[in-house]
């Protein structure tokens, strides 16, 4: 993993914000888990506890999914390119901002703006790899957010887009999501 984290595991078990024992269930878990790498950093896994609300089962779950993910649809994860040709025709139908300032509740706020509703300019990848990209610009910070707020402006559109193209990475997701 080549994350660059600002922020230690044990300031945040410290400050409460992550409970000890669900740490180290967690990370007995990754272990032996077949699918996540034995290298996953500490720091991911407090990201993982706080984003799943401390739920350990649904901490697991969530990690298996990222990681299976990261397998069956590698085209989401790799070649983050942001001034790419893809990346330049996804940012000609969305508009995608991630706010400056936090809540005072430590929650990030992702702004979504459909700019142009012809389906035919739609690409499902390309907007589910800027999504992600927009997630990990988020986690880069010497505090971790304890919750995201996403806000999707559609007023152009129905968001009928979505669902007319075909995409194996968005097929990739919804398989990986039914089989939790």
Not at 70 to 80: F, G, Q, S, V
């Amino acid at each position: 993993m080549s994350f660059k984290f600002q922020f230690k595991v044990e300031d945040l078990i410290s400050e409460g914000r992550v409970n000890r024992e669900n740490f180290e269930v967690i990370k007995q878990w990754v272990k032996d888990e077949r699918f996540v790498p034995k290298d996953l950093p500490d720091e991911m896994i407090v990201l993982f506890l706080i984003s799943c609300e401390h739920n350990v089962n649904m901490t697991k779950n969530t990690i298996m999914s990222y990681f299976k993910l990261k397998k069956n649809a590698p085209e989401l994860h790799d070649n983050r390119i942001v001034n790419s040709k893809e990346m330049d025709l996804m940012m000609e139908v969305w508009t995608i901002a991630n706010f400056p300032k936090r809540t005072k509740e430590n929650f990030v706020i992702h702004y979504f703006r459909l700019e142009d509703e012809d389906y035919k300019k739609f690409d499902t990848a390309a907007m589910l790899k800027a999504t992600l990209m927009l997630i990990d610009i988020s986690l880069d910070k010497k505090n971790p957010p304890d919750g995201l707020i996403v806000i999707c402006d559609m007023s152009l559109g129905s968001g009928a887009a979505c669902g007319c193209r075909k995409s194996n990475s968005y097929c990739s997701i919804l398989f990986t999501v039914q089989r939790k």
